[in-house]
């Protein structure tokens, strides 16, 4: 979606004769050909907006770990972008992405409070992403579930260099401008990150047809209420994370250990859950921040998505389930991110 620019302020109401000399006035000076620059040159803008906006998406999700968030920050971005004087800007592209950065930084720090005293464990907000996601082991590993929950441990400053440094490439030099940061300074804060998140993510995890089949499989035994193939699916030492956000009964602690997992998955297809029958509760498999995952919805409304991490042979070792209403906006919207990093 391309953001209109922003509407002038209301112009102060006066009196009737004189609007009409200003109208009379207006039309006077006005010169059609100085209009049709204008609208050429808002047209130009609004192309090279448009070209770069999935890029702007990117960057900002992955700062921000929110769908929502990050489409606020691309739209903050298209209204500055507006406002700028264009012929000062040698590089579009660079510009735009400074810009969304930086707005990104300033919300996440704006928003950290209220993560940290969220009911139970805070997941990122899920979003469907496109064929081509999958398709690059980079851009998919970059906007998994997993690796967004290890940038959460991340503080606001080291987040966005790891981003723009490690997922994107850009400088040292192009970043500190971004962040308004000297040069030094981010390489200590790139370094910094880097090493957090190679110690937090997994070192190896199976390929991605092996993750595909794995998660059919669990797609089947779940649905089918199958407990002795969910457990030879699953990590004996597998992690559940649940995120309702207090709205919806989730769990509050991470769930621990194959039994307990998988039966808790397994009760899928005999218990109400939020209302809704068994019989009414619709399961599918699709693919969710760059992997394959599962879509539960019913009659009315989304109910929860659930992703995956898998090790090296194919099991699974962690479970993402996400539930909160107020996360699934972007699923509700059904409309597939294209997030690739180039």
């Given at each position: 979606m391309t953001?209109p620019p922003?509407?002038?302020?209301p112009r102060?109401?006066?009196?009737l004769?004189q609007?009409?000399?200003?109208?009379r006035r207006l039309?006077?000076?006005?010169?059609?050909?100085?209009?049709?620059?204008l609208?050429?040159d808002?047209?130009l803008?609004?192309q090279v907006?448009?070209?770069?906006?999935?890029?702007?998406f990117?960057?900002?999700y992955?700062?921000l770990g929110?769908?929502?968030?990050?489409e606020?920050?691309?739209?903050d971005?298209?209204?500055?972008?507006?406002?700028?004087?264009?012929s000062?800007?040698a590089?579009?592209k660079?510009?735009?992405?400074?810009i969304?950065?930086?707005l990104?930084?300033?919300?996440?720090?704006?928003t950290r409070?209220?993560r940290e005293?969220?009911v139970?464990?805070?997941l990122?907000e899920?979003i469907?992403?496109v064929?081509?996601t999958a398709?690059?082991v980079?851009?998919?590993e970059?906007v998994s579930?997993?690796?967004?929950v290890?940038l959460?441990?991340?503080s606001p400053?080291?987040?966005?260099?790891f981003?723009?440094k490690?997922?994107?490439?850009?400088?040292?030099a192009e970043?500190?401008?971004?962040?308004e940061?000297?040069?030094?300074?981010?390489?200590?804060?790139?370094?910094r990150?880097?090493e957090?998140?190679q110690a937090?993510?997994?070192r190896?995890?199976?390929d991605?047809?092996?993750q595909r089949?794995?998660?059919?499989?669990f797609?089947?035994?779940?649905?089918?209420g199958d407990?002795?193939?969910?457990?030879?699916?699953?990590?004996?030492?597998v992690t559940?994370?649940?995120?309702?956000?207090?709205?919806v009964?989730?769990a509050?602690?991470?769930?621990?250990?194959?039994q307990t997992?998988?039966?808790?998955?397994?009760?899928?297809?005999?218990?109400?859950?939020?209302g809704i029958?068994?019989?009414?509760?619709h399961a599918e498999?699709?693919?969710?921040?760059?992997?394959?995952?599962l879509?539960f919805?019913?009659?009315?409304?989304?109910i929860a998505?659930v992703?995956?991490d898998?090790?090296?042979?194919?099991r699974?070792t962690a479970l993402?389930n996400?539930?909160?209403?107020d996360k699934?906006g972007?699923?509700?919207?059904?409309t597939?991110?294209?997030?690739a990093?180039r």
């Amino acid at each position: 979606m391309t953001y209109p620019p922003p509407r002038p302020a209301p112009r102060q109401h006066t009196d009737l004769g004189q609007d009409q000399e200003v109208r009379r006035r207006l039309d006077q000076d006005r010169d059609p050909d100085r209009d049709r620059d204008l609208d050429l040159d808002l047209d130009l803008d609004q192309q090279v907006y448009r070209r770069h906006r999935n890029l702007l998406f990117s960057v900002a999700y992955r700062i921000l770990g929110t769908a929502a968030d990050a489409e606020d920050a691309v739209q903050d971005a298209w209204i500055k972008w507006s406002a700028a004087d264009r012929s000062q800007v040698a590089d579009p592209k660079a510009y735009l992405t400074r810009i969304v950065s930086n707005l990104a930084l300033e919300r996440l720090r704006s928003t950290r409070h209220k993560r940290e005293t969220y009911v139970g464990p805070w997941l990122p907000e899920p979003i469907l992403t496109v064929g081509d996601t999958a398709d690059s082991v980079m851009d998919a590993e970059s906007v998994s579930m997993a690796m967004l929950v290890v940038l959460e441990t991340l503080s606001p400053l080291e987040r966005a260099v790891f981003v723009l440094k490690e997922v994107f490439g850009f400088s040292h030099a192009e970043i500190a401008e971004a962040v308004e940061r000297s040069e030094a300074a981010v390489r200590q804060t790139a370094h910094r990150a880097r090493e957090h998140v190679q110690a937090r993510q997994p070192r190896f995890a199976a390929d991605r047809s092996r993750q595909r089949e794995v998660t059919e499989k669990f797609f089947a035994a779940s649905t089918g209420g199958d407990i002795n193939t969910l457990m030879e699916l699953l990590s004996p030492d597998v992690t559940l994370w649940t995120d309702g956000g207090g709205k919806v009964r989730q769990a509050l602690r991470p769930v621990v250990g194959a039994q307990t997992v998988a039966s808790w998955f397994a009760a899928i297809g005999t218990v109400t859950y939020q209302g809704i029958e068994p019989a009414d509760m619709h399961a599918e498999l699709v693919e969710i921040n760059g992997g394959p995952g599962l879509l539960f919805s019913g009659p009315d409304r989304v109910i929860a998505t659930v992703t995956f991490d898998f090790d090296a042979e194919g099991r699974i070792t962690a479970l993402h389930n996400v539930a909160n209403p107020d996360k699934l906006g972007a699923i509700t919207n059904g409309t597939p991110h294209d997030v690739a990093t180039r």
